[in-house]
Each structure stands twice: as C-alpha cells, then as structure tokens.
C-alpha cells in the first residue's frame, strides 16, 4: 500500500464481499473511508479468472530467521524528505530520487560517498512515486497522483527547471469515481519498448491506466492522451514489462472478487490488446500470496519474480506458465524477512536482494535486505543467504549501469542506501 502517516494519503480500508481484510488493517493501514467501488470497466474479462498455483503461500507465512550479514560493503546518504523511487541514467552519472514531496532530487552517482546532491527538480501539486526510463532514454517518468509526470532526462539530468515537460493524468468525469486529495494513488508507471504507451498503477481506484506517451509528447499533454483503464484487483501497485514488450505483469494486494484466504493477484496484460482495449486486455490472473506488491522479470523473461508483502516471500512464476498452464506456474518460494516490498536482480541474474520493509513494525523485527541465491530457489533448496542491515523502511532499488552498485530508497528515514554488490556473499 501506499504511504505512512507522513502528511500524505491515509490508505483507504480494503473491503471484500463476506470478508474485511483485518490482517490488512491490523498491520497499519490507516482507514478514514471506504474502498473506493471498481469501475464499471472493471467487471471481469473472459480469461481472466483466478487461478491459486500449487505452492503458493497464505497470509500467515512467517518471516524467515537467517543470520544477519556484516554491514561492510553498505553505506548510507541521507537525502532528506520522503524518498520513494530511484533511477539511475543509462550513463551513470546520475541517479533521480522521486519524493512524496513534489520535488524529484537529482544526485551525482559518480562521487564518492555513492551520492552527492546535484539539484532539486519541483513538480508543483504532483506526488512523485515510482520512476521508470524510456527505453531510448529520452525521457524520465514519475507516477504521480492520477497518472504520471514526464520529464527530460537530459535536462533532468543538469536539473534544469525546463525539465518538466508535461502530466499524463486520468481525466474527470466519463463515470469514473473521483480520486482523494491526492488523485488516484499513482504508484508505479511502465513504458513498454518502443516507448509508444505509458502504464500506470492507480491503487486507489482499483484499475491501471493506459496513456498515449507518443501521442502527449508529439502534440501537447492533455485528456486525449488516456486511452482507457485495465481492470485490476484491489491496490493495484506492481508493475513490469517483459523484456520483449509483448507483456506486462501486475500485482494487485487483493484479488478482484475475494481470493481464498484474502490473497493477492499477479495478472498477466496484453500490451498490444491495451492499446486499443484496455478492459480486455487481462490474459490471466493467479494468486500471488497475500498482499503481492512488487514484480520483476529475468533478463530473459523466463520467470516473473513477485514479493508477497503479507506472506514474508519471494515468489517465481514460469512467465510462460503464467499463460498457458498457471495452476503449475510457481517455480519457486523464499521466505524473507519482515514485509518485502523492492526487489532487484544483481550479479548477473544470480542474486536477488529484496527489500524487507517491516512497514508495520512487527515486533521483534526490523528492516534489512535478503539477498538470495537465484539458482538455489529455482532449484527448491534453501536459498536465502543472509540479511544486510537497512534503513527505515526499504522500498525502491535501482542497479548502476554495471551492476557494481545497488541503490535503495529508504522511505522512513530520508536515505539512499548502496550495496556494494561484489561485496555480496
């Protein structure tokens, strides 16, 4: 879910026909109204029922106890204000951390200490979440509010007040319900290569948007530029795209319609049928554990990789699987620390370090980083090597070009934290 009590959006309870989500709410969300009602364009589509894979875990999974890791290798930078996102220019020489705080930092990646202020981007009324690149690099993309802000990245990159180029955002009326004070709770947005459309997570309206980015940067940003919105379960948050572009794969915190036990969903997207059918562009949809927040790809796009905050797991889906044959998709489960949320594959594809955020403060627990041996969970043996020291609340990473560096937003504490990933065991 989205943000703590950090004067942004409370989160709104979660509610089920039958069920309250009191494991939702008794871990800390803070309710002050009702879930906002699915759309009309989010009735279920034809092939996109609810398939619960052997194996996966419910919500009362515990945390797993592994030894703590030696904090060499590891070092922080205080950033200030409530860093989410991370993003490092395909160059390397800088890295963009977006904030709740209507402000995008700009920081030089090649000094040392890791990071250094370079500048301070402002996007007036918008309440920057997760970032994402275009596959040229041309430009940057923050998730905000009812849809995302889009930068240059070239002039984001000497932060230059010109940087700002536009909003994509969800337009009024048409029927939709109407967002909170902070639009539609924006939290990840994804470009499919290409670059033509822009994907975006909208948690609170239990939906995922799709925009014309071609369309907005070539005439002006404006209400044509939405296409439409692909139905989700509720709290929609992760999102990735496989590697070919052909796909895109989302996490919801609860299925459309009550999962068993209260999990959570990974849907499977067409990303050519949501460029011109957005309501019916689900190709499937599995349990993911309970409350799935994050999602990756291997280099390959072999296997999906998801965290399942509620279920403390690091779950790998067969991408193929996921189509075809998803009640045999699991390919693997890691129980990690306390309430993973980020993950990011290191080492060339061996290593996934994952971001235990013990966002609710779970007593006895606190935050660190589970690093995890890629080939021993696909393999089904023990895999989880150990667990670095983190700032408060981990959330977002980015690897440097190179991979010698992971980066980690820690939202509780205003850090950036890097790892040294040669220094992992």
Do not use: K
């Not at 009309?40 to 009362?60: L, M």
């Not at 991370?86 to 951390?97: K, N, Q, T």
């Not at 890691?334 to 609710?360: E, H, K, W, Y």
């Amino acid at each position: 879910m989205r943000r703590h009590a950090t004067g942004v959006r409370p989160v709104p309870r979660l509610l089920v026909p039958g069920l309250v989500l009191a494991g939702l709410v008794a871990a800390g969300c803070t309710a002050t109204s009702p879930a906002p009602r699915p759309a009309a364009s989010a009735r279920r589509p034809a092939g996109a029922a609810n398939t619960r894979p052997a194996g996966v875990p419910g919500c009362s999974a515990p945390a797993a106890s592994s030894p703590r890791l030696p904090a060499a290798g590891t070092s922080f930078v205080l950033v200030g204000g409530v860093p989410f996102g991370v993003l490092v220019s395909p160059d390397g020489r800088r890295a963009f951390v977006s904030s709740t705080g209507q402000q995008l930092q700009v920081m030089d990646a090649g000094s040392r200490p890791v990071l250094s202020p370079a500048g301070t981007l402002l996007a007036p009324g918008a309440h920057l979440a997760g970032e994402t690149l275009t596959r040229d690099g041309r430009y940057l993309l923050a998730a905000s509010d009812s849809g995302a802000v889009v930068f240059s990245a070239a002039r984001a990159g000497q932060a230059s007040p010109r940087a700002m180029l536009g909003s994509l955002q969800r337009p009024a009326g048409n029927g939709r319900q109407a967002g909170g004070p902070l639009g539609d709770g924006a939290i990840e947005v994804a470009v499919p290569g290409g670059d033509r459309l822009a994907f975006v997570s909208l948690e609170d309206t239990a939906q995922i948007a799709v925009f014309n980015l071609q369309r907005a940067l070539a005439h002006g940003f404006g209400p044509a530029d939405y296409l439409g919105s692909i139905p989700a379960g509720l709290a929609p948050v992760g999102l990735a795209v496989s590697p070919g572009g052909r796909w895109l794969y989302a996490t919801s915190e609860v299925a459309r319609g009550g999962a068993r036990g209260g999990l959570g969903s990974l849907s499977v997207i067409s990303v050519p049928r949501a460029a011109t059918d957005p309501a019916h562009a689900v190709v499937s949809t599995v349990a993911a554990g309970c409350q799935p927040v994050r999602v990756i790809t291997s280099a390959s796009g072999q296997v999906v990789w998801v965290t399942a905050r509620g279920s403390n797991a690091l779950l790998g889906f067969s991408a193929g699987r996921l189509r075809t044959d998803p009640a045999r998709a699991l390919l693997a489960r890691v129980q990690v620390g306390t309430a993973p949320v980020g993950l990011a594959l290191v080492d060339g594809g061996r290593r996934i370090v994952v971001a235990d955020s013990n966002r609710f403060h779970a007593q006895h627990a606190r935050s660190s980083l589970a690093v995890v041996s890629v080939p021993a969970a696909l393999a089904g043996r023990p895999a989880l090597l150990g667990l670095l020291p983190a700032g408060g609340f981990p959330r977002e990473m980015a690897l440097e070009p190179g991979g010698r560096t992971l980066l980690v937003t820690c939202f509780a504490s205003g850090q950036v934290e890097a790892v040294d990933v040669a220094r992992l065991p």
